[in-house]
């Protein structure tokens, strides 16, 4: 283990928060493909950083909530699922490397479990919006494409789920090696690199929250789409009393976009607004209570955010995958004094 290093914690959490908050604009204008998935195992990556250099496993919570809470000051119309996604990965890293002695095996545990729990949310969300008839439509689907190439008669979705599943399981252990091992490789490329350390001297400029104002027309439209939403639910239920006034069409395509529509919506415009009511109160209670280390953060990020910036820049004459390589080792170099 290292050194407990304040200025590390900060510098880490800081990078957290910005790939949580900013990357996907950043990854965008790069022209990374595979955002998602690369921020979920940037996640554990961080994680990993946080264990190797704080000195309690408390202190990976504490980054956990001020990540969601810069996230909300620098993302806010960021959806709930998204604050829990943040939650699971810091609460998890907390849990598994406080009980887990060996670093190494935790880290890979952790890039694991969270992975892993990105998918299976996402075919969880799958199924709830759109119902089994989705699974069963592609079965049947696959079933038909693999019969004209002569396949037996099998359930072929169970196939496509574990390669599925095994692709995020796979790139989950990747990351918890690398979070894994990155500890050692940042001593090392500074000592073997120290041509490209450069200097991080940056004037920050103000960061523009994004505006919370509604314009006119988002107001009506989304008048439009709850009255819509009110009166389906209304026609839907309708037959549950009188079987016999079945006023919704019956076809299994229309019954699915229905569907589909209803716990859309309902999210949206019901269930998702409760939950973010409540989760800014707390929310505004932590920034309270937390204002100093958010204000460290804060002040942290522009010289975060041109640091990898400037390390991708420097990166822009490798070819193909050194790319990659050459821009992890500028920017652990840089990132961490």
């Not at 104002?213 to 239920?237: A, D, E, P, Q, Y």
Request: charged letters at 15%; glycine letters at 8%.
């Amino acid at each position: 283990m290292s050194t407990p290093n304040k200025e590390h914690f900060f510098r880490i959490t800081a990078l957290w928060a910005l790939s949580e908050s900013m990357l996907g604009g950043i990854l965008h204008g790069l022209k990374i493909p595979i955002t998602g998935i690369l921020v979920g195992g940037l996640a554990v990556v961080y994680i990993c950083l946080l264990a190797y250099y704080t000195s309690s496993r408390k202190d990976i919570l504490t980054a956990t909530i001020l990540v969601m809470l810069i996230k909300g000051l620098l993302a806010p119309h960021s959806p709930f699922g998204a604050y829990f996604a943040v939650f699971f990965q810091g609460a998890m890293g907390w849990l598994i490397f406080s009980i887990i002695p060996s670093f190494r095996l935790g880290a890979m545990l952790l890039g694991l479990i969270n992975l892993l729990e990105s998918a299976l949310q996402k075919l969880i969300v799958t199924t709830i919006i759109f119902g089994q008839d989705v699974w069963v439509a592609l079965d049947e689907f696959l079933t038909y494409v693999m019969g004209q190439f002569g396949g037996s008669n099998q359930q072929y979705i169970y196939t496509l789920l574990a390669i599925y599943l095994g692709i995020y399981g796979l790139v989950g252990l990747f990351f918890g090696w690398l979070g894994g091992s990155i500890p050692n490789r940042i001593a090392n490329y500074r000592i073997k690199y120290p041509d490209l350390v450069f200097d991080a001297s940056y004037i920050a400029t103000d960061e523009n929250i994004p505006s919370q104002r509604k314009s006119r027309r988002k107001k009506i439209g989304k008048k439009l789409i709850v009255w819509i939403w009110v009166i389906l639910l209304i026609l839907l239920i309708i037959p549950l009393f009188n079987p016999a006034l079945e006023l919704l069409p019956q076809q299994r395509i229309i019954q699915l976009l229905i569907r589909s529509f209803l716990v859309i919506a309902g999210w949206l415009l019901v269930i998702g607004p409760m939950l973010m009511r409540q989760f800014k109160n707390w929310m505004a209670k932590k920034q309270s209570d937390m204002s100093k280390d958010i204000s460290t953060i804060l002040d942290m990020m522009p010289e975060t955010k041109w640091i990898v910036k400037e390390s991708w820049k420097q990166a822009q004459n490798q070819k193909k995958l050194n790319r990659f390589t050459y821009f992890s080792k500028v920017l652990l170099i840089n990132i961490f004094p």
